[in-house]
């Protein structure tokens, strides 16, 4: 992956570029030889893990290297949170109204008549 490619990724995600070193989960701060990121903890079905600061290393535009800033320990298998590619939480231009399900079926007998 490029570095180019995980900002955007990050932006996404909604995680804050921040001048020092990144303290909260969903900061990270990006460097001209390496990029740290606090990772958001995961509870899915993929992952399950706490939140967890991580230093990329960095070969130009490309990740060389993950690791634990806190020892320098490598990293194996490393995943951001999943994207949202959309949600309920989003209702722009939408018009919703909570209705029980025998409603939905009635209103369904009606349109097939």
């Known amino acids: 992956m490029e ?7 990050l932006r996404r995600l909604r ?11 969903g900061q990270y701060r990006r460097g001209d030889d390496a990029w740290e990121i606090f990772l958001h903890p995961r509870d899915d ?24 800033p806190a020892d ?18 989003d209702t722009i231009g939408q018009h919703r109204r909570p209705v029980r399900p025998p409603a939905v079926r009635n209103e369904r007998s009606r349109d097939r008549s």
């Open 45 to 68: 079905p993929r992952a399950r893990r706490p939140g967890l600061r991580v230093r990329l290393a960095l070969q130009g535009q490309r990740i060389a290297a993950v690791v634990n």
């Open 72 to 89: 320098g320990a490598s990293l194996d298998g490393i995943e951001l949170e999943p994207e949202v590619l959309s949600g309920l939480g």
């Open 3 to 9: 570095a180019t490619d995980l900002a955007a990724t």
């Open 15 to 25: 995680y804050q570029d921040v001048a020092g070193p990144p303290r909260l989960a």
